[in-house]
DNA sequence: AAGAGTATGTCAGGATACTGACATGGGTCA
DNA sequence: TGACCCATGTCAGTATCCTGACATACTCTT
């Protein structure tokens, strides 16, 4: 009857391996007092120091409104900077401080534990195959 | 500095996949006047009739308290049955309608496209290796 | 047989993210 | 230059999902 298949279909295969992986991080995340919105918005500016608003908001997968007000406690607690006004534009850059540098410095070290745990069925080249897959599963999507 | 390295993480690229996915089912289901853990909800009920609120829950990756107000608002709109008393223990039996099931039926064909497009530029056999790699990750984080 | 432990359905309250809307700044094209 | 279009930052209101809690029913162990 052209159904969906639940147990062969990939789609409902990645649900399940990025539900993993949500919970996975959730827990290990919870006792450093941070969610994981908050430890990609640190990553983030790790890798790609100087980024607006909206850009995080994309890179974190949430909406430019939610990283504002996430960025606004990070703010306040001292582990990102954003100058007062506007060097061009309305697009304001963000920094990571000393601090944030520190709380992020923990988390990644965890973050990566759990993603090696996940990694830890595969070869070397089992997982370069699996980056290659999902990048194509995102192309297509994205097209 | 030992960092996530987010173009070659793993976990980053399920994220990716895994939200282009949602939004491309979104952007589908939304016409029809459905959600996403709507459409999963009867899906599921198709392919294992009887499943109980908990094990919608679970196959559905949310709360029992989330299936419990979803469920209530589609026995409400006939989609699905469950009994007034349980046949047994506490746990009730709900069952997709006829109604239920027309609704399933065009939904159905919608997702499956969105799913033919993300494989789209897969031979059968590297479809199967995902499915074997998915699989694997799940195994590993569950342990 | 009885108690502890576990799973279920359901209610209430709180946290989180999203949609809608607005003003502002830049880029493009006629 | 000016009009149009698009992106950004931000405010407010809403929706959605989750955490906490409780009563009930089954299972397993002693």
Redesign the pocket.
Known sequence: MGQVELDTSVGYLLKMASSALHNAM?AVLRPLGM????YSCLELLSQRPGL???????GT????????????ALERDGLVT?PER?P???????TLTEAGRRQLASASSAVRAVEETMLSGMSPDEQNQMRRLLRSCVDELIR
């Open positions: 959730e969610t994981i919105t908050h607006s608003n909206s850009e995080l908001a994309r997968f949430v909406t430019r409104q939610s990283m504002n007000v996430l960025l606004q954003r506007a061009s534009g309305r697009v304001l850059p963000t």
